[in-house]
């Protein structure tokens, strides 16, 4: 019998992670700290990985393997927060930091496919985009720290 | 002359070879996130280091026996087991960083994604350690190692405020956003990962495989008290420019290539290149460290016969314990985990790991039995007691910070 109850509980528990989690006010607001640093992270190493390759000073292979390791960290952390519930008080700041991870995997993809290309041209205009999402992502840090 | 050359190759190889996957990325990470103010435990470490290297590569010089010999000899098979356990599987946990390490170096250098590269690179381990002479393998990683002296300049290259890393380095001034018990985890981290117990192993047990003698005491020592310290300003720099270009920019470590940025805003692709060779070197050559270490500490305790000095045939089962620990190394590595995150857990179970390496090489370069007049004096008592009280401290206080910030992250 208390093997059973024991199996039950273990099943129980492992079950939990499979479900999204709820989690409080504060709980909510850590992890989007959390996230909104790592977004601004990988956004910020990518727009300077643009700018020293504009500037002749990367090399090719480095950016896009460093590119695949920011896009890949930023598909984590983004399916990590988007799976969470909110809480109804959060549901804006939820809105809000979701759309701006989801600009910050776009942005990174196409700089991707651009140094892919060896597409040089178009470095200078990613950048700037980078940087306006990357203060976007610093404010709303700044707002939640 | 050949004796001045011999000491240069000592030092410069233990500068190169002084900073190993765990160096390069706790250092790094530390920079973009606390800037210089933890640059004092990276001094903290470093006399650590040279503090007890010096007592072990001592205790081999004169009493010609490897340190974990001693050690079950001196203090009992269970005393001995205990030591041998934590201290081996840090070790083994740190060559399967390394090895990782090489295959990120490479995937630098090629994009070509890094888990392709981990049987290619475990195999190479294998191979060097298997056929190349100690020597060859001491002095060739050692040497490229120094590649890595291109974050120096590459500091330099970046024109930093001087006055302001200096202020924040003898400070310890932490930068306001981040918590204290981030900041004590990563003082841990730093030091388990400057204080790590394969480099004893490896040093001491070198030792044997070069036929030290008590003649051999004041090489020895400029290796320890010159190269080490150096190797640590090394490390310096790594945080350095991570803290001079990364810090402002918000970008947290994570990656290797993220460590590399600076050198390639300082110094353009020649720079870049350069500092892939060091990455590659360093962890090609703390791979061949920590694999033989593993083997080494297996086989001395167990009184196996051990070494490179001896033919492979003579010490099978030596050799057979370093084939399967990295045959371990990549299976672990070909599940996907992430090789920096291997590496962060590495130095802090060193941290954890600590005590149980270093107090039995005190107690054994106490024993006049085995020491007889090279016995420890006030100066190593002393530095040795003190920092038994430290890595005592950093080993309990390491798996509650942990837990506390979320390995870091918070």
Request: hydrophobic share 35%.
């Given at each position: 019998m208390k093997v059973g109850t024991s199996g039950l509980v273990a099943l129980l528990v492992l079950l939990s992670g499979c479900v999204p989690s709820n989690p409080d006010t504060d709980t909510f607001d850590d992890k989007s700290l959390r996230t909104a640093g790592a977004a601004l992270s990988q956004t910020r190493t990518v727009s300077g990985l643009l700018q020293t390759s504009y500037d002749g000073r990367m090399l090719r292979p480095t950016a896009l393997a460093q590119l695949r390791y920011s896009e890949d960290s930023l598909d984590t952390a983004t399916g990590a927060f988007t799976e969470l519930n909110p809480p109804s008080a959060r549901d804006a700041q939820y809105t809000r930091l979701s759309t701006l991870l989801g600009e910050a995997g776009d942005l990174v993809a196409e700089a991707r496919i651009a140094v892919e290309r060896s597409e040089e041209a178009r470095y200078p205009r990613l950048v700037d985009r980078l940087d306006a999402l990357a203060s976007k992502l610093e404010r709303l840090e700044g707002r939640l720290r | 002359m050949k004796k001045l050359f011999a000491v240069a190759l000592g030092i410069l190889t233990a500068i190169g070879g002084f900073v190993d996957i765990g160096d390069l990325v706790t250092n790094a990470t530390v920079g973009s996130r606390f800037g210089l103010s933890l640059a004092w435990v990276v001094v903290l470490g470093v006399v650590g280091i040279a503090v007890f290297a010096e007592m072990s590569g001592r205790v081999v010089a004169v009493s010609g026996r490897p340190t974990f010999d001693i050690v079950r000899e001196r203090l009992g098979p269970r005393v001995g087991l205990v030591n041998l356990f934590g201290s081996m599987a840090v070790t083994l946990l740190t060559y399967t960083a390394e090895i990782g390490g090489i295959a990120l170096a490479l995937e630098l250098g090629t994009?070509?994604?890094s888990y392709f590269w981990i049987p290619f690179t475990a195999a190479a381990v294998w191979v060097v350690l298997w056929r190349a002479k100690f020597n060859l393998l001491e002095n060739a990683f050692g040497l490229l190692g120094l590649a890595l002296l291109v974050f120096g300049v590459a500091l330099w290259q970046l024109g930093p405020d001087w006055g302001q890393l200096w202020h924040t380095a003898s400070t310890a001034a932490k930068p306001s956003p981040e918590p204290w018990p981030t900041y004590w985890y990563y003082a841990v981290a730093l030091f388990g990962a400057a204080m790590t117990p394969y480099e004893v192993f490896f040093f001491s047990s070198g030792g044997i495989e070069e036929k030290w003698?008590?003649?051999s005491i004041p090489t020895m020592r400029s290796n320890v008290l010159i190269g080490f310290p150096l190797g640590g300003t090394l490390s310096i720099s790594i945080a350095a420019c991570a803290a001079v270009v990364l810090l402002p920019a918000g970008i947290e470590v994570e990656s290797l290539g993220q460590v590399a940025l600076p050198v390639a805003v300082a110094l353009g692709q020649l720079g870049l290149a350069v500092a892939i060779l060091g990455f590659f070197a360093a962890t090609f050559g703390a791979a061949c460290a920590t694999g033989l270490s593993v083997g080494y500490s297996i086989a001395q305790y167990l009184g196996w016969t051990w070494?490179?000095?001896?033919?492979p045939r003579d010490a099978a089962r030596f050799h057979a314990v370093v084939l399967l620990s990295t045959l371990l190394a990549a299976l672990v590595l070909l599940t996907t985990i992430d090789p920096i995150l291997v590496t962060e857990f590495s130095v802090v179970f060193s941290a954890i790991a600590l005590p149980l390496t270093y107090l039995p090489i005190l107690i054994v370069a106490n024993d006049p039995s085995y020491m007889g007049r090279h016995k420890n004096g006030a100066l190593a008592n002393t530095l040795g007691s003190i920092y038994l009280v430290i890595v005592l401290a950093a080993s309990l206080a390491a798996i509650p910070l942990m837990i506390w910030t979320k390995v870091g992250t918070t």
């Open positions: - | 994009s070509v994604w003698s008590p003649a070494g490179k000095s001896v033919r």
